[in-house]
Structures are given as structure tokens and as C-alpha cells.
């Protein structure tokens, strides 16, 4: 669908919303000709009748949100092919979504056919009645996590697509420090946000044997659910309610930890700048273990599949083989494991918010795996879990 396209529909859309459903309180709020259009998904199934518009504030926020921002490479990808593969539509369109809890009417499950290319995060995937049967949400992990109405729609998309078991799955029985050309990266997917906030419990994260995670993170009772801090339209967090308890000008700047834990021994700042240390030594440790143990150079491009490759020369520039560049090849069960965790940390910007305790851990514990080869002394880091 051309912008163009869907100016056209957005128009037809809205005053069909306004007209059917338009309440005069909001009619008297918003000066029509300011209202945002909004986009219906061509892929439908669109039901006005199964949403109350009762204002045109949360339409014009959905509007400017990620969700609906059909551009974006999460929904623009699909475009061109025959329409988007069953497995990934559920949660890169609506519709796809729908089909998979069965709130179209089929069966529950991997839709069985292609979905349509062209939808969105729509309104109907939030608002539908079929989501106050959904009692549970099954994560990659195989646990069953027991959700309350829309919280069935965010830890849907938002959980990933793997977990700490696909990795111990393919490293099972192999020596740890020897290189397997069988081994491939495994990603953990994008917007991690469900996956961080279940912690050990989820299992999103490869965890080391003998080692203890932090599981959900309870947090406090006003703040304990995905839209009590982001507005389910806009998706933004809005700071002012976390104020009552916390200090600082942005929540990356809260913490409550007494301890600094990426050795920098710095506890003025937000608990997210010691994720973010920990990370970044993580991933040098990541690179240095490569070209010392296994002698295979590795660098990290972060906008490319599969974003670990190889590095004859160790120039920190991905090699290509005619054109086209190499995979990363050289994977030890230590290394993947590692690359794994920090791929799974980085995959969610709101880590720090979401579940620090876990994110610290993974953290601490794979770059305490590394060091053992490397010959660094944690204790001589004053890194703390
Ligand atoms: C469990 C839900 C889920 C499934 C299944 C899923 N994705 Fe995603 N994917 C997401 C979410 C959420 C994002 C949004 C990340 C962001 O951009 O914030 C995303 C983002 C992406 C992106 C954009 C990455 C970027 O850099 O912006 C691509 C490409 C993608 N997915 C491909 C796929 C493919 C291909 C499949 C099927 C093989 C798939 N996804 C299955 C949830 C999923
Ligand atoms: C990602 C999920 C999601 C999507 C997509 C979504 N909504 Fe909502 N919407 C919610 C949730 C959750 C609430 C309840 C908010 C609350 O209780 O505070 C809500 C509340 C509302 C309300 C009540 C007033 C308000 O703002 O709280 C209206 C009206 C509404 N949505 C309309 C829409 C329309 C129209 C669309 C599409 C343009 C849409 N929503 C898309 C999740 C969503
Ligand atoms: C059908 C799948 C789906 C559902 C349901 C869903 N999301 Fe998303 N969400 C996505 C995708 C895909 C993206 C990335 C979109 C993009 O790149 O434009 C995204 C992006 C986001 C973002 C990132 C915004 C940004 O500015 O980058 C937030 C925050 C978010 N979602 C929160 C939520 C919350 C909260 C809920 C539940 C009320 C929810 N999502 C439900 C698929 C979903
Ligand atoms: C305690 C409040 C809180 C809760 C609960 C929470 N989030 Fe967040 N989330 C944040 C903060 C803070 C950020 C960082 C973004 C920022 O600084 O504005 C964030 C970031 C995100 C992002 C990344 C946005 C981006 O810019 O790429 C996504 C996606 C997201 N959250 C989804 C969710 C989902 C889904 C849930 C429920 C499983 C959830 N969040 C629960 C506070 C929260
Ligand atoms: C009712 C009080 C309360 C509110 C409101 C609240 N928090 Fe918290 N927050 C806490 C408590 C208590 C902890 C410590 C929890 C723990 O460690 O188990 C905490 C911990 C945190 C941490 C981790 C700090 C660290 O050093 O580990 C972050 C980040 C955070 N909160 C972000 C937020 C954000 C963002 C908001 C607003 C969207 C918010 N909080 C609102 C009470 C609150």
C-alpha cells in the first residue's frame, strides 16, 4: 500500500469512526481538522463495532506510536513477498496475532496460511473481546504465564522468539573452548521487554549451572503491569508517577542499589549505566576471547543478520566473500553462550526498568565464564553481580 493509499483510506476511516461512533465530548475537545487520520490495516478484519471510540486522543497517539508505524521495517518488511510467513506474522500484524489466539474464530495456533502484508499493531489487537479468555501466554521457554486482559496482547509480541534452553540445546555435549563450525548464532529477537521482566522465570537467558536468577520483578504495586508505566497508545512512559518514589531528571537515572556493580565504583548514577558498563565490557571480553582462544577474530555490526562475523585480520571490519559477508563461524559453546546473553540484554533498552536484577546477572555471569580462559581475576574487576 503506497502513502498515498493510505491517506486515502485514513480519511474515510475517520470520519466513518467519527460519524459512527464520534462522541460529542471529545467532538467538542478536538477541533476536527487537527485530528491525526488513522490508518486501517487493509489486512482487517476491522471491527468499529468491537471498539468504543470514545475519544480521539487515544487514536492520534496510536497513530505517532511504533505500532502503527507501517514503515517501519517490523511491518514494511513483508511488502513485497506473497504475504507474511505464518510463524512471524503473529506479532507483526494484528491479524496475524488474532489468528494465533484463535480470536478470529480458527483455530488457536501458528496460523496455517500466509497473512496478508500491510498490517499493523491495529486497534483490534488490543481491543477484542476474545482477549479476556486468554488466561495464559505460552513463552519460548515453554512456561505458561498467566496474563490479565491486554497484558495477553504485550507478553504475546514482546517475549522473543528464543530461550536460554535453544542455546544449551545446540552447545549440549560439546567441549567449551573448542570451535564447532556446526554452531550458529542464535538470536534472541527484538523489543525483549516481557522476556527481561519475567527474569529467571521466563527463562529468556542462558543460565549458568549452579547459578541462581532473580525471577519476575515484582517492583511496586502502582508500576506492576506493562501499561501502568507505558500508555498503551503512545507507548511512552511518563515520568511524573515514578517520582513518588524515585529521584532524577529520566528514569535512567533511578536507582536504588547501594552497590555499583560495574566496578566503576560509581552508585550516583542510574542502576542503567551499570547495565550498560557490564555490557560493554561483556562485549570486549566477547571479542577478546575470540581472537585468544579460538584465534578467530569476531566483530559485532548490529544492523546486519546475523550480526556476529568474521574478522580474518582483526580490523574490526566484517569480511566479505564475494560481496556478501561471512557469518561468524568460529563459535565455542562458551562463546555463543556469552554472545547470547548480551544479545538478549541489548535486545531491550528498557532492561534497566523492566528487570535489573536478571540483566545483572546474565551480565555478570557470562563475563565471569570468559574470564576463567582469559585469565582475569574477578575480583580484581570489583564487578558485582
Ligand atoms: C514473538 C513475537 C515475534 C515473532 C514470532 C517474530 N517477531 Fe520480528 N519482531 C518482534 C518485535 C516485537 C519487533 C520490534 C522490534 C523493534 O523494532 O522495536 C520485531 C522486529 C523485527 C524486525 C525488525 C528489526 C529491526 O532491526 O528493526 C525484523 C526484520 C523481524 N522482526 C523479523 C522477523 C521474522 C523474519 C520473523 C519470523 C521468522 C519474526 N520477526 C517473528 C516480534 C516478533
Ligand atoms: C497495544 C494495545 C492497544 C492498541 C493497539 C490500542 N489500544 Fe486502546 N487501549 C489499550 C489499553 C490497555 C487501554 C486501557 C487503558 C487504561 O485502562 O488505562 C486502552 C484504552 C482505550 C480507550 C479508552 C480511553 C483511553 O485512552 O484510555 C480508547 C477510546 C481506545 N483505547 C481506543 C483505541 C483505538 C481507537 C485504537 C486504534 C487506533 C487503540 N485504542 C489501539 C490498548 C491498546
Ligand atoms: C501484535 C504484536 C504486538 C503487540 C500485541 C504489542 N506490540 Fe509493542 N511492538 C510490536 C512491534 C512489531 C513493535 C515495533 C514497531 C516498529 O518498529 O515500528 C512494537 C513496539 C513497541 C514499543 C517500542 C516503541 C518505540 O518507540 O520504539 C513499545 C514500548 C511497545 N511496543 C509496548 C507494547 C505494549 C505495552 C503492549 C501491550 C499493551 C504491546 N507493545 C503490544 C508488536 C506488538
Ligand atoms: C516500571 C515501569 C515499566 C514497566 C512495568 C514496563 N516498562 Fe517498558 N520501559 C520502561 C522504561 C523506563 C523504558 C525505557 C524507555 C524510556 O526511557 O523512555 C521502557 C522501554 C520499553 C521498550 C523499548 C522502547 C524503545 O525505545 O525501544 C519496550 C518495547 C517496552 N518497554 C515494552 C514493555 C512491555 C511489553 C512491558 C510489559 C511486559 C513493559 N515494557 C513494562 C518502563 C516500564
Ligand atoms: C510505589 C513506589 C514506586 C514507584 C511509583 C516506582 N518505583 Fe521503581 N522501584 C521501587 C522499589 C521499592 C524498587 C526496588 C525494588 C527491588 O529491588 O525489588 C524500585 C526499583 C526500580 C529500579 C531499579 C533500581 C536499582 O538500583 O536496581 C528502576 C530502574 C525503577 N525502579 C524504575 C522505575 C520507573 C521507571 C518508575 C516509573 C514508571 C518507577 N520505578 C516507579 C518503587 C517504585
Not at 549451572?209 to 497508545?233: K, M, Q, T
Not at 547495565?275 to 570486549?284: A, H
Request: aromatic share 8%.
Amino acid at each position: 500500500m503506497t502513502n498515498k493509499n493510505i491517506l486515502v483510506s485514513a480519511v474515510g476511516a475517520v470520519c466513518l469512526l467519527i460519524l459512527a461512533f464520534g462522541s460529542t465530548s471529545s467532538a467538542q475537545e478536538t477541533n476536527n481538522d487537527a485530528v491525526v487520520p488513522f490508518v486501517l490495516p487493509e489486512s482487517g478484519p476491522f471491527k468499529p463495532e468491537d471498539i468504543r471510540i470514545d475519544n480521539q486522543k487515544a487514536i492520534t497517539d496510536w497513530y505517532r506510536s511504533a505500532h502503527a508505524d507501517q514503515a517501519a521495517e517490523a511491518f514494511s518488511r513483508w511488502d513485497s513477498d506473497e504475504g507474511i510467513r505464518p510463524a512471524c506474522a503473529v506479532c507483526h500484524s494484528g491479524e496475524g496475532f488474532r489468528s494465533y489466539h484463535g480470536l478470529d474464530g480458527s483455530e488457536p495456533g501458528i496460523p496455517t496460511e500466509p497473512i496478508p502484508a500491510g498490517g499493523v499493531v491495529d486497534c483490534g489487537t488490543c481491543h477484542n473481546e476474545g482477549l479476556r479468555d486468554i488466561k495464559e501466554v505460552l513463552f519460548p521457554s515453554g512456561v505458561h504465564y498467566p496474563v490479565v486482559g491486554a497484558e495477553a496482547a504485550c507478553m504475546t509480541c514482546h517475549q522473543g522468539r528464543t530461550a536460554g534452553t535453544t542455546v544449551a540445546a545446540a552447545i549440549e555435549g560439546k567441549d567449551l573452548d573448542t570451535a564447532d563450525s556446526s554452531l550458529r548464532f542464535i538470536n534472541p529477537h527484538y523489543a525483549t521487554a516481557a522476556a527481561s521482566w519475567l527474569g529467571g522465570y521466563g527463562g529468556a537467558g542462558y543460565h549458568y549451572e549452579g547459578r541462581e536468577y532473580s525471577g519476575l520483578f515484582w517492583h511496586a504495586r502502582p508500576v506492576s503491569s506493562c501499561n501502568s508505566c507505558h500508555e498503551p497508545h503512545s507507548l511512552e512512559v511518563d515520568f511524573e508517577p515514578c517520582q513518588t518514589c524515585h529521584q532524577g531528571e529520566t528514569p535512567q537515572d533511578i536507582r536504588v542499589s547501594r552497590l555499583s556493580h560495574d566496578g566503576s565504583g560509581n552508585a550516583a548514577v542510574g542502576i542503567a549505566y551499570d547495565i550498560r558498563g557490564n555490557s560493554e565490557t561483556l562485549i570486549q571480553m566477547i571479542k577478546d576471547y575470540a581472537e585468544s582462544v579460538t584465534g578467530q577474530p569476531i566483530v559485532y555490526e548490529g544492523g546486519q543478520h546475523p550480526y556476529f562475523f568474521n574478522d580474518a585480520n582483526g580490523d574490526s571490519v566484517v569480511d566479505l566473500a564475494e560481496g556478501s559477508p561471512v557469518a561468524y563461524d568460529g563459535w565455542t559453546p562458551r562463546l555463543l553462550r556469552a554472545a547470547y546473553n548480551w544479545k538478549l540484554v541489548s535486545s531491550d533498552p528498557g532492561n534497566f526498568a523492566h528487570n535489573p536484577d536478571y540483566t545483572l546477572e546474565l551480565l555478570y555471569d557470562s563475563i565471569e565464564d570468559l574470564a576463567g580462559p582469559l585469565d582475569i581475576d574477578m575480583k580484581e574487576t570489583d564487578i558485582l553481580r
